[in-house]
């Protein structure tokens, strides 16, 4: 049984930092796309960010690029996002997510996630 464990989250002030784990079991993830997704109160989930198997190509929603930095252990199974300088907009619950595709694939298509974390809250207060 798959399982994507995510962690990290918390309250945190509005220019902090935080730093988001998500721990995948259950099978091997050779050649997946690892990423995030986030949902606000009252808004759809969005696009995050995602990572290559290799970790060679990124990629980012235009609000967090320069302030959000994904990346992947993939001896532990593990992708992390390393947020700074938080802002209140960033508020949401942020979910894993593990796909076949491509970077832009997961961007552009949810509805092609395999996996999905349980998610973990992220309050930035201003």
């Known amino acids: 049984q798959v399982q994507l464990v995510e962690s990290g989250g918390g309250l945190v002030q509005d220019g902090g930092s935080l730093r988001l784990s998500c721990a995948a079991s259950?099978?091997?993830?050779?050649?997946?796309?690892m990423g995030w997704f986030r949902q606000a109160p009252g808004k759809e989930r969005e696009f995050v960010a995602a990572?290559?198997?290799?970790?060679?190509?990124?990629y980012y929603t235009d609000p967090v690029k320069g302030r959000f930095t994904i990346s992947r252990d993939n001896a532990k199974n593990t992708v992390y996002l390393q947020m700074n300088s938080l802002k209140a907009e960033d508020t949401a619950v942020y979910y894993c997510?593990?796909?076949?595709?491509?970077?832009?694939?997961?961007?552009?298509?949810?509805?092609?996630?395999?996996?999905w974390g349980q998610g973990t809250q992220v309050t930035v207060s201003s």
């Open positions: 997510a593990v796909n076949k595709g491509t970077v832009q694939a997961m961007a552009v298509n949810p509805r092609l996630i395999d996996y």
């Open positions: 259950g099978r091997t993830f050779i050649s997946y796309t």
């Open positions: 990572i290559s198997w290799s970790g060679g190509s990124t």
